[in-house]
């Protein structure tokens, strides 16, 4: 079956500027995490959705949030772009909330220029 | 969730086994030990996972200690696909909504 899906890949916006990203889990998968991966920070935790319930949030500005749709799809959206917002975001889906393993996808590579 | 502490990098020549420790000397009874890696430019990828006793699956091999305090992923044939960043990460499983918490990591590189 198909993995997960992030769009789009790349991304180049500017300070100020907001971003909407999404992500289409695995089939059947209804709990969806997102990530940030900076150099200087590595792995951080975002938060989970699971049945469009956010269930954990890291600890992130309120510029950070998500949704979830009733498909499991999942969207975030940082809003104000600040340079340090440049990273990989990772979303990771799994059967349900906090399952074992967590199957990720290739990620959305975010510029803030 | 328990802290975990893994060399910053290793080698291993092609065709060995590698073997990657990790130190989680605080983790409590109720602690699943994981392993993910991430190869350059992707996602990490789930490896294998285990409470206290062996686990073995098509990837790996998981050794924890008897007194959990430490564990080894074993990669039995290592291939220059298998170079990466490989997390240890230690935490409740079922039942809780605790997201993975991924530390620096061991970068293996397998070398030709």
């Known amino acids: 079956k198909a993995g997960v899906t992030q769009t789009p890949r790349y991304l180049i916006k500017t300070r100020g500027q907001q971003v909407t990203l999404s992500c289409s889990p695995i089939s059947g998968h209804r709990s969806v995490s997102w990530y940030q991966q900076t150099p200087g920070q590595g792995l951080q935790f975002l938060f989970e959705?699971?049945?469009?319930?956010?269930?954990n949030k890291g600890n992130f500005p309120g510029r950070f949030s998500g949704r979830q749709f009733s498909n499991s799809r999942s969207e975030m959206n940082v809003s104000t772009l600040e340079l340090g917002d440049s990273a990989l975001y990772l979303c990771?889906?799994?059967?349900?909330?906090?399952?074992?393993?967590?199957?990720f996808g290739p990620g959305t590579r975010l510029t803030v220029l | 969730d328990a802290k975990t502490t893994q060399p910053p990098s290793m080698d291993c020549a092609e065709g060995r086994a590698a073997n990657l420790p990790c130190n989680h000397s605080?983790?409590?009874?109720?602690?699943?030990v994981y392993w993910y890696r991430q190869i350059h430019s992707q996602g990490p990828q789930y490896i294998i996972h285990?409470?206290?006793n062996n686990e073995t699956n098509e990837m790996a091999s998981l050794i924890i200690t008897e007194d959990r305090k430490s564990s080894t992923l074993i990669l039995p044939h290592a291939t220059l696909r298998d170079t990466a960043v490989y997390y240890c990460i230690v935490r409740v499983s079922l039942g809780s909504a605790r997201q993975l918490t991924f530390g620096s990591g061991t970068q293996l590189t397998v070398l030709p």
């Open positions: 990771a889906s799994s059967l349900v909330a906090s399952y074992n393993e967590q199957f």
């Open positions: 959705y699971f049945s469009e319930t956010q269930r």
């Open positions: 605080t983790i409590s009874g109720n602690e699943y």
């Open positions: 285990g409470l206290k």
